[in-house]
T-cell receptor, first 114, second 116 residues
């Protein structure tokens, strides 16, 4: 069965510093991987996804993520954090060879400190 | 705005009651997904429909049911409600199912259900 782990409930980063939000996954086949962001009282917004090809994926708002097959990880990164990046971030996985549901991690709350 | 519309935005009801949540997918999207978000359980996949047919099932309780209509809108029915059913229910849509496309799913703003 598919699963996603986000080991940190919360990450605190000073504004201007680089940030990383961690994600590891488990699927029986090859994965499609996604990052979504949720602002307070809002739905989830798509940030980026890995399908195939280059392991470094660039997305919205200056975010990027690196797919590492050997470590089964898909960490979200940004070189310089903004206070406005403070939100709840979800990693998600879809198994290419199985059914179509997308499974989400529990989310990581990102606090950017001014 | 994702293009996925959910109604109602907020709903307060009593235990034992039944409610229906409605979702209109993005124009052209054939797949609809339902998720439940609660503080202790995170974002749980409930069920997926594609072009009117059930495609995948997750942690959906027997008291809950869903359907997708010919015009592609979907409804999630929650019955015999319990306090623990209080949560934010999201609908999402995508053009086609299938891992072979890796299509993104787009979320609505959610329906807040409070059971008292």
């Amino acid at each position: 069965a598919q699963s996603v782990a986000q080991p940190e409930d919360q990450v605190n980063v000073a504004e201007g510093n680089p940030l990383t939000v961690k994600c590891t996954y488990s699927v029986s086949g090859n994965p499609y991987l996604f990052w979504y962001v949720q602002y307070p009282n809002r739905g989830l917004q798509f940030l980026l996804k890995y399908i195939t090809g280059d392991n470094l994926v660039k997305g919205s708002y200056g975010f990027e993520a690196e797919f590492n097959k050997s470590q089964t990880s898909f960490h979200l990164k940004k070189p310089s954090a903004l206070v406005s990046d403070s939100a709840l971030y979800f990693c998600a996985v879809r198994d290419r060879e199985r059914d179509d549901k997308i499974i989400f991690g529990k989310g990581t709350r990102l606090h950017i400190l001014p | 705005d994702s293009g996925v519309t959910q109604t109602p935005k907020h709903l307060i009801t009593a235990t034992g009651q039944r409610v229906t949540l409605r979702c209109s997918p993005r124009s052209g999207d054939l797949s609809v997904y339902w998720y439940q978000q609660s503080l202790d359980q995170g974002l749980q996949f409930l069920i997926q429909y594609y072009n009117g047919e059930e495609r995948a099932k997750g942690n959906i309780l027997e008291r809950f049911s869903a359907q997708q209509f010919p015009d592609l809108h979907s409804e999630l029915n929650l019955s015999s409600l319990e306090l623990g059913d209080s949560a934010l229910y999201f609908c999402a849509s995508s053009p086609v199912p299938g891992g072979w496309t890796g299509n993104t799913i787009y979320f609505g703003e959610g329906s807040w259900l409070t059971v008292v």
